[in-house]
């Protein structure tokens, strides 16, 4: 199919993005890196009024890391974020995740900020964000404001940031030296939308979970972090039985979607089959 008929704009400036999609709204739609963009256009699942092009603002690309903190601008492309040294040394559960991010072409395309503003429940940046507790940073016109990723991913395909607003860059504290990450999916074939998947942060006092934030994606309508399973694990000694009730608690946790590829249960199945392999190479 063919894209339905839509205005155009190719931005200068940031300030030009936030005054048109503070007069359009919802009619208007962001072309970054178009990888999500361009199909539901083509398939007319997404008939926008105005695309308004932000591949030129400079101020929005980029990663960079001060006091702690690693900045990555909402045009970074998964590729930079893939091939980062500060991504490598500071945030080695993106660096372990964006390998599972589609294949090559859409990577080199494809933007950090375009994921996270999109909220794709079986994408992997989202669930990492959360896992990280990263800040959203979105602008409108009436200036910048900064959301907490706990409170950003809402529902299915849906955020908290508003129509009139940009994600302009994402802030994620630099993982601590002594904490441990683990990043599983399983999908069809490499490159597929996970079916499950997991994004673990995990730091031991020997064989003591001392602190762990499991994150779940594919299964779910939004990424989810685990609080019943967490708490099965926080402050216990390591054994086979904490990991065993954690993945009897993430039936609390967890509600999986239907879809053409499996039942809820067998989702859940697998989301605990993920769990098992996620903790016992964070241990090790």
Not at 11 to 35: F, N, T
Not at 162 to 171: A, K, S
């Amino acid at each position: 199919m063919k894209a339905p008929k839509f205005s155009y704009v190719r931005a200068e400036s940031v300030e030009q993005v936030l005054a048109l999609i503070d007069r359009h709204g919802s009619d208007a739609r962001i072309l970054a890196g178009g990888q999500s963009l361009m199909p539901t256009l083509n398939m007319r699942l997404s008939q926008p009024a105005l695309l308004i092009d932000i591949n030129r603002l400079d101020t929005l690309k980029g990663i960079s890391l001060a006091n702690g903190v690693v900045r990555i601008g909402a045009l970074a492309r998964h590729v930079e974020v893939l091939n980062s040294p500060i991504i490598a040394a500071h945030l080695p559960l993106l660096a372990e995740a964006m390998p599972h991010v589609a294949h090559p072409a859409v990577r080199n395309r494809g933007t950090f900020g375009g994921s996270i503003a999109l909220a794709d429940p079986a994408a992997e940046m989202p669930a990492c964000a959360l896992a990280l507790q990263a800040t959203i940073v979105v602008e409108s016109v009436k200036g910048r404001r900064s959301i907490p990723v706990d409170d950003y991913f809402v529902g299915l395909y849906e955020t908290a940031r508003q129509p009139n607003e940009l994600v302009v860059e994402v802030l994620i504290p630099s993982q601590r030296p002594d904490s441990v990450s683990v990043f599983m999916e399983l999908s069809r074939r490499h490159g597929d939308f996970a079916m499950a998947g997991i994004a673990c942060c995990a730091r031991f006092d020997r064989d003591v979970v001392r602190e762990a934030r499991l994150v779940y994606f594919g299964s779910e309508g939004r990424p989810t972090l685990a609080n019943q399973a967490i708490s099965a694990l926080k402050g216990r000694p390591w054994s086979d039985g904490i990991v065993e009730a954690a993945c009897t608690a993430l039936a609390s946790d967890l509600a999986p979607m239907k879809s053409l590829e499996a039942e809820p249960a067998m989702l859940l199945h697998l989301q605990r089959v993920l769990t098992r392999r996620t903790l016992a190479t964070a241990f090790e």
